[in-house]
């Protein structure tokens, strides 16, 4: 399974107003800027995420986005849900509820499908159990790690 453009694009531009949670709006330029993504591409995005109720927009002068909920509550699934029409590994497990027309005449029978449904239970517990929150608290250490390894910076 391959995640699209869509999701890595989309979880790279929530963590960016995560890391900016409670200090207001952040436009849809400054993301574009810093995740080296397009504004076009970025607005798409956010309109999904913002249908999902994932973020909020603000209009005006300082407007932007913001995350809708605190960054504990989101985690990567919620986003990549938000974004693909499907995150099953494979089309058996996304047409279980369709018509009977629709659906895999093997469903009830196939073993091979058995390892399908387990492969996507844990991707998506994987995914559900990666918050923005604990993404934040990564990049603030991975951050930590690539500076001086000390707190005191020197200017000559």
């Known amino acids: 399974m391959r995640l699209s453009t869509r999701s890595r694009y ?19 330029r400054y993301i574009s800027d810093k995740e080296d993504i397009s504004v076009a591409y970025i607005e798409q995005l956010l309109a ?33 849900k938000a974004l693909e ?22 469903i ?16 998506h517990n994987t995914l559900d159990s990666i918050s923005l929150d604990s993404m934040c608290r990564q990049a603030q250490s991975l951050k930590q790690e690539a500076g001086l390894g000390h707190k005191y910076t020197f200017s000559i």
Do not use: Q
Request: aromatic content about 6%; overall charge positive; proline content about 4%.
């Open 10 to 28: 989309g979880v790279r531009a929530m963590l960016n107003l995560a890391l900016h949670y409670k200090k207001g709006p952040i436009s849809v």
């Open 85 to 106: 029409k499907d995150v099953e590994p494979v089309y058996c497990l996304s047409n279980e509820n369709a018509d009977k027309d629709k659906r895999c005449a093997r």
């Open 108 to 123: 009830n029978r196939c073993v091979a499908r058995l390892v399908w449904k387990k492969l996507a239970d844990s991707i």
């Open 48 to 80: 999904k995420l913002r249908k999902a109720n994932l973020v909020d927009s603000v209009r005006g002068p300082n407007g932007g986005y913001k995350l809708a909920k605190k960054p504990g509550d989101i985690t990567v699934f919620n986003i990549i």
